[in-house]
């Protein structure tokens, strides 16, 4: 509509809508795409704030595509934008920086920024960016072994995100969250903050996010003596990675390593069938947004009757 109608602001931030819900859940070539194009109309329009905000995003891509070389690259130009761009977007770039130090293990790095960040976010009152930035550094305690420093991080992340019209920001503290609560022997409570997340997940097509809920899941089941069942759900981890063309974080691949080496044989036993159902399931899902197959694989209950996570 809006390149008919010959409005290029228009058309941009309709693109911008549109490249962050497909972060989210469609394959990252084709997301890195539509941002090379957000970022090539707002650089014809000379706007500082749409390319900074192209190029931040497109380093979120290539994050999660493993690409940090272009990920600092994107983020070195997006860096350099003018002070006028505003403190939103200024601590989101500065958000996204830590989180690529993170994501290839240099956690020293990644909570240096955020510790140079949360004052100002604070001030600011950016309640988003606050969120986004106190899960990244309740990440990097939880990456080594800090859950008493970790998780007061995490509830704070999820709180403030959670209360936000645009939810789908508290799926990744409420991983988090499965995943401390798992480390520290309350299965229970993993369980279900990794079923709220899951759902979610579904509920917005986010590979990304179910494929963290799958892995953490599969350490569950695991330490349960479930060897099939977290076999299975490693098939699922790696099948939704795939589809959308994604890599693991640092800490994920040590995670999914160390349970790959406690399952031995046992992950590779699945049968020819088990494994076309659960493609079929991925497929489809990526297809046409239906979650059953996968909320049924997932052996997931409907939001009514799980049970709720503590608050």
């Keep these: 509509m809006y390149r008919d109608l010959g409005d290029q602001r228009g058309m941009s931030r309709a693109l911008n809508n549109l490249a962050f819900l497909a972060v989210c859940r469609d394959p990252l070539p084709e997301t890195a795409r539509r941002y090379q194009e957000v970022l090539a109309l707002n650089r014809s329009l000379e706007d500082p704030r749409g390319i900074t905000y192209a190029l931040t995003c497109l380093a979120r891509v290539r994050i999660r595509t493993g690409d940090f070389p272009g990920a600092f690259a994107a983020l070195d130009e997006a860096l350099r934008a003018p002070p006028d761009i505003g403190y939103d977007l200024w601590t989101w770039v500065r958000a996204i920086s830590a989180e690529a130090e993170l994501a290839q293990g240099r956690i020293e790095r990644a909570r240096e920024l955020l ?129 959308i063309g994604a890599v693991r974080t640092a800490g994920d691949r040590r995670r999914y390593d160390a349970l790959t080496g406690a399952l031995g044989a046992q992950k590779t036993a699945r049968s020819r069938a088990g494994a076309a159902e659960t493609q079929r399931s991925i497929q489809r899902f990526i297809a046409s947004r239906d979650p059953e197959p996968l909320r049924t694989l997932l052996k997931l209950s409907s939001p009514a009757t799980d049970t709720a996570p503590p608050a």
């Design 115 to 243: 510790e140079q960040l949360l004052p100002i976010l604070h001030e600011q009152q950016l309640k988003t960016d606050l969120g986004f930035s106190l899960s990244l550094l309740g990440a990097t305690h939880l990456e080594q072994g800090s859950y008493r420093s970790a998780e007061p991080l995490l509830l704070q992340a999820y709180e403030f995100l959670s209360h936000l019209d645009f939810r789908v920001w508290a799926l990744e503290p409420a991983i988090r969250l499965g995943h401390l609560a798992g480390r520290v022997g309350r299965a229970p409570e993993a369980r279900a903050r990794y079923a709220e997340a899951a759902r979610g997940c579904l509920a917005i097509g986010d590979c990304w996010g179910l494929s963290g809920c799958c892995l953490g899941l599969a350490e569950l089941a695991a330490a349960q003596g479930q060897a099939p069942r977290a076999a299975a759900l490693m098939e699922v981890a790696d099948g939704l990675l795939r589809s």
